[in-house]
Structure formats: C-alpha cells, structure tokens
C-alpha cells in the first residue's frame, strides 16, 4: 500500500515563503516521477511542478516558474516544494503525487495521490 503524506502548508502573507513536504512509504519512491498539483475552490486541480526519478529533470507550469522550486531526496523517500514570492492567486489546496510514467504534466500520468495540504496566502 502506497502513502503519500503532505505537510508544510499553512496560512502566509503575499511575499512570504513556505516549504511543502512529501514523504512516501514503500521501497520504490526513487523510481517514481513526483509530482505537486493544486486545487482552488471552485476551479480544477492543475499541474504545479513535477521531477524526475533521479531529480536532474523537473518542469514546472508557467504560473509558479521562478518563484517554486521542486526537488527530492530519495535517501529520505521525500519531495519538496519551495515556494517564494508567494501571492494570492496560489492559494489551494496542493497534492502530492506519484507517477510510474517518465513524464507528469496531468492528473491522468499520476498513479499515487497525497490527501493534501491547504496553501492559504492572504493580501
């Protein structure tokens, strides 16, 4: 049984930063691409960042690119999401995911979901 735990989020100021964590149980977590996505109320869950096995590959959507950082250890079965420059447009809730696909870029490539984080960042 895979587990994938979020934690990290929390209510910020626009400006301010945060780090979200993943930790995943079982012994296959550095062969997976990981992913992070968020969902707004009201609004479908979307595509934030996603890495590599190995962590030399990661992509993000344009919204969040030069403010979010995503990276993994895979000694620790962890991922991360730094987030800077935080605004309130990315207030969601952001889900941890896990993929057996070399790519991730939508819901459909994710194999393994976290119960979510909720990001709330205030103006």
């Known amino acids: 049984q895979v587990q994938l735990v979020e934690s990290g989020g929390g209510l910020v100021q626009a400006g301010d930063s945060l780090r979200l964590s993943c930790v995943a149980s079982?012994?296959?977590?550095?062969?997976?691409?990981m992913g992070w996505f968020r969902q707004a109320p009201g609004k479908e869950r979307e595509f934030v960042a996603a890495?590599?096995?190995?962590?030399?590959?990661?992509y993000y959507a344009d919204s969040v690119k030069g403010r979010f950082t995503i990276s993994r250890d895979n000694a620790k079965n962890t991922m991360y999401l730094q987030m800077n420059s935080l605004k309130p447009e990315d207030t969601a809730v952001y889900y941890c995911?896990?993929?057996?696909?070399?790519?991730?870029?939508?819901?459909?490539?994710?194999?393994?979901w976290g119960q979510g984080t909720q990001v709330t960042v205030s103006s």
């Open positions: 995911a896990a993929g057996w696909a070399a790519t991730m870029s939508t819901a459909r490539e994710c194999d393994y």
């Open positions: 890495i590599g096995w190995s962590g030399g590959i990661t």
């Open positions: 079982g012994s296959t977590f550095s062969r997976w691409t």
